[in-house]
């Protein structure tokens, strides 16, 4: 290609580039200087000279997470056709297309019943009001959190090093955005008023908000995700709410970040020994307790143990807290033992002739892709494994 280059003053290029040099030199010396006084200096963790952020590429990080969720990426307009969202592109409309055409009458039979405008018909056919109410309880719940872990995750962004992680925290903020909007239109669907966050709610939520540093992974990695990927494995198998198993399967690699994470940048010894720290993150755990007796009777609604949900939970989050580092052996043994302690003495103050169960070893999955995807993230330690082993 001719280009007509054009004429520059070399003089005043040279003046401007030593301007541009002097003047970069005392800015990042400002900085630095600002930052060794305990004041802020660069705001951006972002290193120019080598065109990444701070911590390198960390490209393993980028392809487990960032890569994985675009492959994995689902729209809601094909998963919830009754809603109204419109975010499938002309090329996915006609893969769409080809595949309905390529059905049988009895198969396209079946797919007008699950996916046409009478999707809020099939609900009350289903439910009668009280379950609906329980269903939407118990969704409204982790919506809630669906809202906060929108808004960690975005926060998080300034706290992890490597273009690989941010790369993969994006696509978690993205996510998030679409989890709640798109379980706000399915909750409303049900046709029942909303509840809000209650007072437990609104502590654990906070409490993962305002959790410092890379303790915000512990509170919403490894806590909030972790109980919203056990009330998408419990609900996913229920009529009108297969929805669900993408949000499980969105939520499995939410909770495997920070364990991925720590590999490439562990917490410090310090981090990991301090008795302090590992005090403050179980503290952060305590809201759980009120709140599940408060879901009681909506879990009891749908037949559900509300400390067998419970306990698959904490177990869940004891073997998250120690691959990442955020607890050691003994103080995740200690949180499963008084977990289980108080699910015990509540259950026999107010249930009649309980007897001493382990709850911690009782899973609430349901519904044989959730419970493969569960398997994969928590192998030996989830209790359908020793189903999957052969003999």
């Known amino acids: 290609m001719h280009f007509e280059k054009l004429p520059v003053n070399p003089k005043a290029a040279r003046i401007n580039d030593r301007l541009e040099a002097v003047a970069n030199a005392a800015v990042r010396a400002l900085d630095r200087g600002r930052a060794r006084l305990g004041l802020r200096g660069r705001a951006a963790d972002y290193d120019d000279e080598r065109y990444e952020f701070v911590g390198g590429a960390r490209d393993e990080l980028r392809r487990k997470h960032y890569d994985k969720s675009l492959r994995l990426l689902w729209k809601a307009e094909a998963a919830l056709p009754w809603s109204t969202f419109r975010d499938l592109g002309e090329a996915e409309r006609g893969l769409r297309d080809m595949a309905d055409r390529g059905m049988n009458d009895a198969d396209r039979a079946v797919r007008e019943r699950i996916t046409s405008k009478d999707f809020r018909?099939?609900?009350d056919r289903e439910y009668t009001v009280a379950q609906k109410k329980a269903i939407v309880a118990i969704l409204a719940a982790i919506g809630h959190g669906e809202a906060y872990a929108w808004m960690v995750s975005a926060t998080l962004l300034g706290e992890v090093k490597s273009t690989g992680a941010r790369a993969a925290l994006t696509m978690q903020v993205l996510e998030e955005a679409k989890h709640f909007v798109v379980l706000r239109e399915l909750v409303e669907a049900f046709g029942v008023p909303v509840?809000?966050?209650?007072?437990?709610?609104?502590?654990?939520?906070?409490?993962?908000?305002?959790?410092?540093?890379?303790?915000?992974?512990?509170?919403?990695?490894?806590?909030?995700?972790?109980?919203?990927?056990?009330?998408?494995?419990?609900?996913?198998?229920?009529?009108?709410?297969?929805?669900?198993?993408?949000?499980?399967?969105?939520?499995?690699?939410?909770?495997?970040?920070?364990?991925?994470?720590?590999?490439?940048?562990?917490?410090?010894?310090?981090?990991?020994?301090?008795?302090?720290?590992?005090?403050?993150?179980?503290?952060?755990?305590?809201?759980?307790?009120?709140?599940?007796?408060?879901?009681?009777?909506?879990?009891?609604?749908?037949?559900?143990?509300?400390?067998?949900?419970?306990?698959?939970?904490?177990?869940?989050?004891?073997?998250?807290?120690?691959?990442?580092?955020?607890?050691?052996?003994?103080?995740?043994?200690?949180?499963?033992?008084?977990?289980?302690?108080?699910?015990?003495?509540?259950?026999?103050?107010?249930?009649?002739?309980?007897?001493?169960?382990?709850?911690?070893?009782?899973?609430?999955?349901?519904?044989?892709?959730?419970?493969?995807?569960?398997?994969?993230?928590?192998?030996?330690?989830?209790?359908?494994?020793?189903?999957?082993?052969?003999?």
């Open 121 to 123: 018909a099939g609900l």
């Open 195 to 391: 509840p809000r966050q209650s007072a437990w709610e609104y502590l654990l939520l906070e409490g993962a908000l305002k959790a410092r540093g890379l303790d915000k992974f512990y509170g919403m990695n490894v806590l909030v995700e972790t109980i919203a990927l056990s009330i998408f494995g419990l609900l996913a198998s229920m009529p009108g709410l297969d929805v669900l198993q993408r949000f499980h399967l969105d939520e499995s690699r939410h909770t495997a970040l920070p364990v991925n994470y720590f590999k490439e940048f562990p917490l410090p010894e310090s981090a990991r020994r301090s008795r302090l720290g590992a005090a403050r993150r179980i503290a952060m755990t305590l809201p759980t307790l009120p709140l599940v007796m408060c879901l009681e009777p909506e879990l009891a609604e749908l037949g559900i143990d509300a400390f067998d949900f419970a306990g698959s939970v904490m177990r869940k989050v004891g073997t998250l807290s120690l691959r990442a580092g955020f607890l050691d052996e003994r103080s995740a043994r200690g949180q499963a033992e008084f977990f289980n302690a108080v699910f015990n003495a509540y259950c026999k103050a107010t249930r009649r002739s309980h007897a001493w169960k382990d709850f911690m070893s009782a899973d609430t999955t349901r519904g044989v892709e959730v419970e493969a995807v569960e398997r994969e993230i928590f192998g030996c330690d989830h209790p359908a494994a020793a189903d999957a082993r052969p003999s």
